[in-house]
RNA sequence: GGGUCGGUGGUAGAGCGGUCAAUUACAACAGACUGUAAAUCUGUCGCCUCCGGGCUACGAAGGUUCGAAUCCUUCCCGGCCCA
């Protein structure tokens, strides 16, 4: 019996949030945010029926407020409050800098619920203390203090939290390759975490999964099983046997995926330089080290000569370099 | 505002006149192996190169010196203490 309301948080955006950062983390602006908040609504709507939720920016509101208002609503918190938080208490104790600015956060974000007289806030445990502040504000504006709802957090592909600036994260809107590759790639410890969290399995299926593999199984199986129920849930079931075929195909049996990137060039054109032209290589130098350390084949062939230069005779071959990067050379 | 300590590569953090493109760890990348884009092991890890070397980098700008990330000056930024 409720109404969802699906705020995208574009004004606090620009402030950003350190709940999940041990370091400060630097205002953006708002070209950046427009463009990271971009896919916020089409991905939401993997996960909520969108077109029954209401969806607002929190700069509708936010950016209204007057400097008495934020002064009325920073009084109802106290500085301990903030400092005594865990990542904030920590960074304070190593000598880090805490802007200001920081504290004003959870305001914000507390604000929300003012502003939409929310009756119940959904976050994952690390907002905590924001989720809360929604409660510590709202009786100021005679509404009722929300309940909160939290969800565990998962962690990512290489078993540290999720961060988009560490580039460990599985997103809703990844192809289905590559969420199904990602998943491949998380510790096999997190695999139980996943089903829990991320997936509609049976609590004793999982239960099942989880003593099997005690029992020596092996694990690459049931990642196998929950990359192809995730790539279902997002995309649908022929996606995932299709991204199990791909990922069998190009790393287990090491071959070469159907649909590669085509690229027209010359005979005589030098190999190192199309790596870096198609940003398989970020330089001259990392293209000359990924063929020297034997991470460049054409058809099937390991690259030895950093000049190798493509033939006349090769009128179309396969460039892989790498683990996934792949391209067919045509030569007219 | 005063005092004091500090600002180094993606990150943390050594170096404190030459042997420094800069120890090390993490991350990243490649190879081997494998049960997988896990784990482990090995290698690589500024840019360019005719592979001799060249160029750009240690907050910024000047200066001292044959030579500076390292010393001096000024400025900018941060921590802590005092006000």
Redesign the pocket.
Known sequence: GHQIVFIVGDFTGVIGDTSDKD?ERPMLSEETIAENMKNYVEQAGKIIDITKAEVHSNSEWLGKLTYSEIGRQADAFSLSEFTSRENIKKR?D??????LRELLYPLMQGYDSVAIQADVELGGTDQRFNLLAGRHLQPLYDQKPQDILMGNLILG????KMSS????TINLLDSP?????????????L?VTYLVHCTRVPMEDVEKVEQE?KGGA???N??VFLAKMLVSMYHDEGAAEEAEK???N???E?GVPEEIIERRSMAGEEI?DII?ELEF??????????I??????LNQE?VTD??RALLPTENEAIL??????FARILIP
């Open positions: 370091s304070l190593e000598g880090k800098r805490v802007s592909t290489d078993g540290r600036s560490w580039g460990n390759n590559d969420m199904f590759g990602k998943v491949m790639s998380i510790p096999d410890e695999i593999m092996n694990p690459k049931s990642k791909h990922f069998q190009v790393f287990s090491k190192i870096v290589a970020g330089s001259k130098g990392e293209a000359r080290r990924l020297e350390q034997g991470g460049v084949e390991k950093v000049k892989k370099v790498g683990k996934r990067n």
